[in-house]
């Protein structure tokens, strides 16, 4: 029996969690093969002694069945989860070009709606599926991943894929212990569901610097928030995908719900002067309302200021 090849790349805090689980439950099951794609100090413990998920009162150890940074003659994949930040993406989609094949299923878990499209274009041949995680995840340090809270749902589908190919999938994810659904029609509005929370908040207090907190308590951010929000659901409206009616309340009471002192990765990331997903969380809305006709005179101004404009 031919093995089933699982390739997870990022072995970051979604590429940690979810590969953590699936090399649990495969890794050493003889018809299925797990190989985490993971680079420098953090490969290197995870081949010495393990990948270590530091749960909410347990740690699991867990060995895949290979991790390397060398993927060029290790063969097609059947699955390949891409894990990694929207900006490494294409350099990490050309690697990986080897391996994914017309039968290989790939499932994007990034930020945001446009890395699939990017998939999809840049592997026409592959079966790319929607996908979005929500999760609080990151590397402690070298060879360790943190899992806060017990609240991790994987969202995913593509109803134009055969019913075999996702029943697989599935299963997988059913044995591996992964808290998963499987989405049809409205695959794309649960991932747009994700994006019109994380763009908006993550593109405003990346500008702003402010928490949450100092957010909501600030009338006219707040308000600069909503605004972001409607502007969002106005481009995926044109975009032809449905978005509850009451997203934008709900999506403001999520707000309010968090805790005062909580920012977004992206501000964190600008504020370290690191890499940031500029491009995929609010560059990413402005193109596309362009592209649509749609005004967003918020997004706009958002984007132009975090480019480094005037």
């Not at 749902?153 to 996702?166: A, D, K, V």
Request: aromatic share 8%; charged share 20%.
């Amino acid at each position: 029996m031919k093995k089933y090849r699982i390739a997870v790349v990022g072995i970051g805090g979604v590429g940690g969690y979810y590969g953590g689980l699936l090399a649990n439950r495969f890794a050493k099951d003889e018809n299925h093969e797990v190989v985490f794609i993971a680079r420098g100090k953090h490969k290197e413990l995870i081949a010495q002694q393990g990948l270590k998920l530091a749960l909410d009162g347990e740690e699991l150890v867990v060995r895949p069945s290979m991790v390397t940074d060398e993927t060029a003659h290790i063969g097609h994949f059947d699955l390949v989860l891409f894990c990694v930040k929207s900006y490494s993406l294409q350099q990490v989609a050309e690697q990986m070009a080897p391996n994914i094949g017309p039968e290989t299923v790939i499932l994007p878990l990034l930020n945001g709606a446009e890395s699939i499209a990017y998939l999809q274009q840049r592997f026409p041949e592959a079966q790319v599926l929607w996908g979005c995680v929500y999760i609080i995840a990151s590397i402690k340090e070298p060879g360790v991943v943190q899992v806060q809270g017990q609240y991790n749902r994987l969202i995913w589908g593509n109803p134009e894929l055969p019913e075999q190919t996702l029943q697989r999938i599935s299963t997988l994810f059913d044995e591996a212990g992964i808290n998963h659904e499987h989405y049809g029609q409205e695959v794309k509005s649960k991932v747009w569901e994700k994006f019109s929370f994380i763009s908006p908040v993550a593109s405003l207090t990346s500008l702003t610097h402010q928490t949450m907190g100092q957010i909501v308590e600030q009338p006219e951010l707040a308000a600069q928030l909503q605004q972001l929000m409607q502007e969002l659901v106005q481009v995926a409206h044109a975009k032809g995908i449905p978005l509850p009616d009451d997203i934008i309340k709900r999506n403001l009471a999520v707000v309010e719900r968090m805790q005062r002192g909580v920012t977004s990765s992206m501000e964190r990331d600008f504020a370290q002067g690191k890499d940031t997903e500029l491009e995929n969380l609010t560059g990413y809305v402005v193109r596309e309302a362009q592209k649509y006709g749609v005004s967003v005179p918020q997004y706009e101004q958002v984007y132009h200021k975090l480019k480094g404009g005037c």
